[in-house]
């Protein structure tokens, strides 16, 4: 298996042996060895993963790399950070998705509302297995966890990732831009409950379901 480590916190680094990682299209900065590009179809795997990605208009073009070296991977200086799967599900905002090992699974799951609010279309990225994926985010991300006894509210504009087993809903709200008068219509939150982790990042993302 290939693999992940972080040089500094805005480059990837894999070393493979013979292994293949699945990656953002044009993310390769560097590479030594021996290495074979190929791109993908499709943001996820299957005739449904990528029609779901021409109906909600996401363009996430991926590449495989394999060979033997030492490949490095970034994309617009963004915050890396590495998640491990132990047979459990990630779900990600496609445009978040750097790197995952080339034996995780990757698909399409309905988000509904969120991914109206967020323009990103109305489905999201899940990565499954066991192995390694490296997520992005607009300045360090946080790891929030989600409890029985906490629920955890989030703004749309900041989420990047959840994992384990958590329930989303999602509620009006204001933010500090309505509090502060800069908002003009409903904003939208997420709700989760149950137990896991939610990663969110500093800077909000763009929406287009309210002021956000």
Not at 92 to 104: F, H, I, K, P, R
Not at 120 to 148: K, W, Y
Not at 183 to 191: L, T, W, Y
């Amino acid at each position: 298996m290939a693999t992940f480590r972080l040089q500094g916190s805005k480059v990837l680094a894999v070393d493979m042996t013979g292994d293949a990682v699945k990656a953002k299209n044009g993310s390769m900065v560097a590479y030594d060895g021996q290495m074979g590009f190929k791109k993908l179809s499709g943001g996820g795997e299957g005739l449904r993963g990528m029609v779901t990605r021409r109906l909600t208009g996401e363009q996430m073009t991926v590449m495989e790399v394999k060979g033997h070296g030492t490949c490095w991977f970034a994309d617009r200086a963004a915050e890396i950070n590495l998640v491990r799967l132990q047979g459990d599900k990630l779900y990600v905002e496609s445009s978040n998705l750097l790197a995952t090992d080339a034996g995780l699974r990757t698909g399409t799951t309905f988000t509904g509302l969120r991914g109206a609010s967020q323009g990103n279309g109305l489905f999201t990225t899940t990565v499954e297995g066991h192995g390694q994926a490296a997520i992005m985010s607009d300045g360090p991300a946080v790891v929030l966890r989600v409890s029985a006894a906490y629920p955890l509210i989030v703004d749309p504009g900041a989420y990047i990732a959840h994992q384990g087993d958590v329930r989303q809903s999602f509620q009006s709200g204001v933010t500090f831009r309505t509090l502060l008068g800069e908002g003009g219509g409903e904003a939208f939150q997420i709700r989760f409950e149950g137990e896991g982790l939610v990663y969110v990042q500093p800077s909000e993302r763009n929406t287009i379901a309210g002021d956000l």
